[in-house]
């Protein structure tokens, strides 16, 4: 699951770096995006990487698909049954993206809070996708099952992608479904009520 994730205008520049040397050197195609430093909870603009006629660009986009019931949002989809659900299956298909992010949060059961980042610092590419145009353009945060970093905290994570599987996720449909499946990459975790944690 995630509810909570946090960026830091550093992203920014390592990004940019990221799309220069993936998409065979070119420069992004960038709108004024949101890489100020805080957290970003459902319903907040957040900035994205997507595709543009072939091309990678990054733009803002509100978090949180409009849900079944009035007021309701759809922050997080489960990844191993999206494909099957109607109400996703357009977005998979057409509309997928990557959520950049410096760190995440998760509250255990006693409601204790751990962030989680990677191990080597890198930033975190979760994988999603977005649905609508324009305005009404909104993206969700696919999450799978807890790998052993998240187990002690939470049974879901996001879906997180190395570098090298970002263009694969944004283009290539025929890897879809492997994307869908993987297992994340363990996370180092931190807590304010018990020492740092590292698996």
Request: net charge neutral.
């Amino acid at each position: 699951m995630c509810g909570i994730y946090y960026v830091e205008p550093s992203i920014e520049e390592e990004i940019e770096r990221f799309i220069i040397k993936y998409d065979a050197g070119k420069r992004p195609g960038v709108k004024p995006v949101s890489f100020t430093e805080r957290d970003i909870r459902p319903t907040d603009l957040a900035p994205v990487i997507g595709s543009f006629h072939g091309n990678l660009i990054i733009r803002d986009i509100k978090w949180g698909l409009s849900g079944y019931q009035k007021g309701h949002v759809v922050f997080n989809a489960r990844s191993e049954t999206a494909l099957d659900k109607s109400f996703f299956r357009g977005g998979i298909e057409h509309g997928r993206i990557v959520i950049p992010a410096t760190k995440f949060y998760e509250w255990n059961k006693r409601k204790e809070k751990s962030t989680f980042g990677r191990m080597d610092g890198a930033i975190l590419f979760m994988a999603g996708f977005s649905v609508g145009a324009g305005a009404e353009e909104r993206f969700t945060i696919l999450t799978t099952a807890a790998n052993a970093s998240m187990m002690p905290v939470h049974d879901r994570m996001p879906l997180i992608l190395e570098a090298k599987e970002v263009l694969p996720w944004l283009f290539d449909r025929s890897r879809t479904e492997e994307l869908l499946g993987k297992i994340p990459c363990q996370l180092e975790r931190k807590t304010d009520y018990e020492q740092m944690s590292m698996f």
